[in-house]
T-cell receptor, first 114, second 111 residues
Framework: NAGVTQTPKFQVLKTGQSMTLQCAQD?????MSWYRQDPGMGLRLIHY???????DQGEVPNGYNVSRSTTEDFPLRLLSAAPSQTSVYFC?????????????FGPGTRLTVT | GNSVTQMEGPVTLSEEAFLTINCTYT??????LFWYVQYPGEGLQLLLK?????DKGSNKGFEATYRKETTSFHLEKGSVQVSDSAVYFC??????????FGTGTRLTVIP
């Protein structure tokens, strides 16, 4: 199994540009989520999905859109990038929903918005 | 609400030294507690977890005990190695599988 994969690894955007961060998992996990990691703030939840066709907002959803058309894929879209979205983005997945399920993380995408 | 307060770093230790990284939490209900580790250039990996009070999680020589009375989940290792150099995150799960993270502690172990 490849686990959780993310592309690209690095990206530089200009303010106002749009892009999609890709996330895929091959473990048949129902639950997927996106976090951003900022210095001194740990990881914060952006959006999550409990299954295909179902998404919900996390702690910091503004400026981001998600969709879940398949179990495997959970892309994160930035519609109009802002410098405040400069961060490292992590996708995660788990088998089920609930506090006892381990989350598996991808390697991250480092995004810089100028 | 849910939150995690973690010992600030960075922490630099000599090989074979004793490690403690402090973590305290605030939560509603009965959360599960986790330690995740992030090696350079990689994503987070689960190191250990505890799901109820007085549980001890352990893995790779690391241990942490879920202390409800002090709302703590401190990470310890008796003898660190250079390969333990990484960033360590304390986290809690308050339900719906969403994790709340501490700010992370960078550990560097020197030979």
């Amino acid at each position: 199994n490849a686990g959780v994969t993310q592309t690209p690894k690095f990206q530089v955007l200009k303010t106002g540009q749009s892009m999609t961060l890709q996330c895929a998992q091959d473990m048949n996990h129902e639950y997927m989520s996106w976090y951003r990691q900022d210095p001194g703030m740990g990881l914060r939840l952006i959006h999550y999905s409990v299954g295909a066709g179902i998404t919900d907002q996390g702690e910091v959803p503004n400026g981001y859109n998600v969709s879940r058309s398949t179990t495997e894929d959970f892309p994160l879209r930035l519609l109009s990038a802002a410098p405040s979205q400069t961060s490292v983005y992590f996708c995660a997945s788990s088998y089920g929903q609930g506090r006892n399920y381990e989350q598996y993380f991808g390697p991250g995408t480092r995004l810089t918005v100028t | 609400g849910n939150s995690v307060t973690q010992m600030e770093g960075p922490v630099t230790l000599s090989e074979e030294a004793f490690l403690t990284i402090n973590c305290t939490y605030t939560a509603t209900g009965y959360p599960s507690l986790f330690w995740y580790v992030q090696y350079p250039g990689e994503g987070l990996q689960l190191l250990l977890k505890a799901t109820k009070a007085d549980d001890k999680g352990s893995n790779k020589g690391f241990e942490a005990t879920y202390r409800k009375e002090t709302t703590s989940f401190h990470l310890e290792k008796g003898s660190v190695q250079v390969s333990d150099s990484a960033v360590y995150f304390c986290a809690l799960s308050g339900g719906a599988n969403n994790l709340f993270f501490g700010t992370g502690t960078r550990l560097t172990v020197i030979p």
